[in-house]
């Protein structure tokens, strides 16, 4: 029995209206990789809640080494050994990575700190594991995947037994994917406990020993990941048969709807430009994606294509028409949609309604304002309701359900409901699928797919291979600010790409 | 059996009935802590103390002088909403406006000077008023669009620029012999705002009149702008995300300049709905800015952000606050009364946790009872 480093047995977590967790079964062997599946709003999240005490559960119960234990809040998932990486850091910026490895289980002498002790321990775990982490440098100095690894050797350091992974590999590039991918065998070796969540099924089957699969709040069932195929883990996922392969018709581009040349942004975190002299052009009828590490600029481009950030110098047209200084509202009613990367930041007003989100970019057109300024709530309502329907949008309530109730990827959906049914020229789409289940991918891959077979041009900015090689019809690499490369997605190979990408090759411009 | 408590369980849930019982709450916890210091400092006078504070005008045995101070308090709370109207309205956009007590001083000076320096009508001296606040409040508004500049910072700075440029404007209308502002009845009768009728309800008070009605027709109209109008939907959404509310092409620099130009005008308005009746008259020597636009602070938040709670909360908050005037100050220093109305004002800061407690409460029961009903189901 006591083979299984924590068990959660029979949990069930209930919402009002909603049965997070039913009946579900998870448990973590000493010394594997258990990797947790399933769509957004599967009940990955509140499992892991319950992990970490910061839900109750109305049944089940939790064991640890073969004990019933009782987690009542995260202090006791500390005293237990759980630690976990959360998709998002929780670092201090302006702290060293020492400072925030150590960060609440300070050793002090007389209310002085003793950093040296502890800046051994942290030395030692790093060279056992191969982190090659400075712990001097500054967090907001480093890159992405040296905070994970700043995060890792957070957990180590309290000598934690189980680790959770939230969506790792979401801001790795493919290099440090794999040097993750060897960390977490390291530490499974070592004896670690490691529940891997994601929805990435390559990731799963190069990793992982186990699999446990939720849907909908029940648990579907665990498999060995030797005994399986990505596809019936898919299948398993989301309850049917998933298509990998986005199908699409030739491309057949026509005239010129975007045009930009020589655009160029200034960065906000360093002297240089994000965006150096940047020329590109998206056609009626083509899906263009640009792909890049994250942070070479892509999202400066955006920004100052929408009009969010203004240009240092540089031409927009549209349908020959000049957007350079245009306002934002303008560009949105001259047919620019745009599908922002962080869909919290910029994407929704969180604490709006549903159907208010919903009209976000539309509420004053006539048709839902009158001429005395007053919003046509019926209108709106109905319009949402439609929206919800035809987008399969959905919510707890509908359309008054609050934007930050739902799940990440009804949210997106809404977004993406809102900015296609605009009908608008361009279709400026940034890591449209971030986050979301293959389910759900599948879903906005068609639409961006409809777009372009209707006519209009789609620029896609994407961090995903998969995506920038299945969806796209001309492949745009940056790296550093610039455009290096211009490829056919059936000519060029994802080895290919990743060496444009990593900034090893590039092509004269 | 279990739908009754359903629809007591929903009654519970509603946001508004939650406000109103929540600030009930408040206001008892507040007189209850305000009944104990009563009791420390002097436990023989407290009951009388804390019962005078609640009568107020109720104080006066004939029914006429208890009906006409009830006026008084009227036009006082009248004032009081509109601060608080300034307040909340900011506070829907996601500003602090702490600068109404100062928006209210310079909406003063304004309606003072126009209407003894200047002997202009009771209209030109409320625009007069509304538009100076406009600007003060309109300075922390572009200030904070275009710099920066934390609107909590500037407003306190703002409050203290506007009293004591206020002071020295008003020092050239001054009575001879006093520090204060001359009397409106003796130096401009034109500038008073007319009492239609209203001064006949409350047995003859002439400062009951217009500006009771602008007050209530002003919180009307906030509730109406935020809940019903396009212009609401985008200030509410720039305060709820500045970032969201730029994407989707709304002027949210120009937003912020106008809602806090929208909210010093209420500040102003309520300032010449007050001086414009003659109830009082400015002291030139005042060295602290007057307290009715940080009461306004407290009534938004006891009337749980909603204009038309805001009306009940100001009446209750000036309720109070004038009843403290006949603590009985043989038994208490003077201060007593502001003491215990700041103590109760304090409280009903604390609506927002009670509804939070509410919530939690209702949710731990509705737990325990799915579990019991599970528990039923397997018996």
Aim: with cysteine.
């Amino acid at each position: 029995m006591a083979d299984y480093a924590i068990e959660m047995l029979n949990i069930t977590k209930r919402f009002p209206g909603i049965i997070a967790n039913d009946n579900i079964t998870l448990q973590l062997k000493k010394g594997e990789i258990h990797a947790l599946l399933g769509e957004n709003g599967a009940g990955k999240s509140t499992l892991m809640s319950v992990l970490f005490g910061l839900y109750q559960p109305e049944e089940g119960e939790i064991h640890k080494d073969g004990r019933k234990v009782e987690i009542n809040n995260p202090n006791d998932a500390d005293a237990l050994g759980i630690g976990m990486v959360h998709q998002h850091f929780k670092l201090v910026e302006c702290f060293s990575v020492l400072d925030n490895i150590i960060l609440g289980v300070e050793t002090t002498k007389g209310g002085i700190l003793q950093k040296d002790e502890a800046r051994k321990k942290v030395l030692a775990l790093s060279e056992k594991y191969g982190f090659q982490v400075d712990p001097n440098a500054l967090i907001e100095d480093i890159t992405v995947g040296m905070q994970q690894r700043t995060e890792i050797l957070k957990m180590l350091y309290r000598d934690n037994e189980i680790l959770i992974f939230d969506e790792p590999t979401a801001v790795l590039t493919p290099q440090e994917i794999q040097e993750l991918m060897t960390i977490m065998k390291n530490l499974a070796a070592e004896g670690k406990s490691i529940l891997f969540i994601t929805h990435k099924l390559a990731e799963i089957m190069q990793v992982a020993d186990r699999c446990s699969v939720l849907r909908k709040g029940k648990y579907i069932g665990t498999v060995d990941i030797k005994d399986t195929t990505p596809e019936k883990l898919s299948a398993m996922m989301v309850g049917r048969d998933v298509n990998f392969v986005v199908e699409k018709k030739p491309v057949k581009p026509g005239k010129v709807i975007l045009d930009v040349q020589n655009m160029t942004v200034a960065s906000k975190r360093h002297k240089n430009n994000a965006v150096n002299g940047v020329s590109l052009n998206v056609r009626e009828g083509e899906i263009v994606c640009i792909a890049g590490i994250d942070g070479n600029g892509q999202t400066e481009f955006v920004y100052g294509l929408t009009g969010l950030e203004p240009l240092k110098e540089g031409k927009i047209t549209l349908h020959g028409e000049d957007f350079t200084q245009m306002p934002i509202r303008k560009r949105s009613i001259k047919g620019m949609s745009h599908i922002p990367e962080d869909r919290h930041k910029h994407g929704l007003v969180l604490d709006y309604s549903l159907e208010n989100n919903i009209v976000l970019q539309r509420y004053f057109e006539p048709q839902f304002t009158n001429k005395f300024g007053f919003l046509k709530k019926k209108e709106i309502r109905d319009y949402a309701n439609r929206l919800i329907e035809q987008y399969d949008v959905r919510s707890g309530q509908g359309p008054i359900t609050k934007a930050r109730s739902m799940s990440g990827g009804n949210q997106q959906k809404a977004i993406i409901a809102r900015e296609i049914d605009k009908n608008p020229e361009l279709l400026v789409a940034v890591q449209p699928t971030r986050g979301l289940d293959v389910g759900a991918i599948e879903y906005i891959h068609k639409q961006l797919v409809a777009q372009r077979d209707a006519g209009k041009g789609v620029l896609l900015v994407s961090l995903e291979l998969d995506e920038v090689m299945n969806v796209s019809d001309r492949i745009l690499v940056m790296y550093e600010g610039e455009i290096v490369g211009e490829f056919d997605p059936k000519e060029v190979t994802v080895e290919e790409l990743g060496l444009y990408m990593a900034g090893s090759k590039r092509k004269g411009a | 059996m279990n739908k009754k408590n359903n629809t007591r369980d929903s009654i519970l849930r509603n946001d508004g009935f939650q406000t109103i019982i929540a600030s009930l709450l408040c206001i008892l916890l507040g007189l209850l802590v305000g009944y104990i210091v009563l009791l420390i400092i002097n436990p023989s006078g407290a009951a009388g103390a804390i019962s005078s504070i609640l009568k107020n005008f109720l104080y006066y045995p004939s029914a006429a002088a208890a009906t006409k101070y009830l006026g008084t308090t009227l036009v006082k709370a009248s004032a009081l909403l509109m601060c608080s109207l300034s307040v909340l309205f900011a506070y829907k956009v996601g500003l602090f406006n702490i600068g109404a007590a100062g928006q209210y001083v310079v909406g003063a000076g304004a309606c003072l000077y126009c209407a003894i320096a200047l002997h202009l009508p009771w209209i030109v001296c409320l625009l007069a008023a509304v538009l100076a606040s406009a600007i003060v409040g309109g300075i922390s508004g572009a200030l904070k669009a275009y710099f920066n500049v934390n609107e909590v910072i500037s407003c306190i700075m703002l409050n203290w620029i506007g009293l004591y440029a206020v002071n020295m404007l008003l020092t050239t209308v001054k009575e001879e012999t006093t520090p204060y502002t001359k009397p409106l009845s003796s130096a401009n009768s034109s500038a008073i705002l007319p009492t239609l009728g209203l001064d006949k309800l409350f047995s003859n008070n002439k400062f009951v009149g217009l500006g009771l009605i602008i007050s209530i027709v002003m919180a009307v109209l906030v509730w109406i702008i935020l809940e019903k109008t396009k212009f609401g939907f985008e200030l509410k959404a720039t305060g709820m995300n500045k970032l969201a509310a730029k994407y989707c092409g709304m002027r949210e620099k120009t937003n912020i300049i106008l809602t806090m130009m929208i909210s010093g005008a209420l500040a102003g308005l309520g300032a010449a709905c007050f001086y414009l009746t003659g109830v009082e008259q400015w002291m030139v020597q005042q060295t602290s800015v007057p307290s009715m636009g940080f009461n306004g602070i407290a009534s938004a938040f006891l009337g749980g952000l909603n204009p038309i709670g805001a009306i009940f909360s100001s009446y209750f908050i000036q309720h109070i606050t004038s009843g403290g005037s006949y603590v009985d100050k043989t038994m208490y220093c003077a201060q007593i009364s502001d003491l215990i109305s700041a103590f109760i004002i304090y409280l009903c800061g604390f609506v927002l946790f009670f509804k939070l407690w509410l919530n939690r409460y209702l949710d731990k029961r509705e737990e325990k009872q799915g579990m019991k009903a599970q528990k039923g189901g397997e018996a």
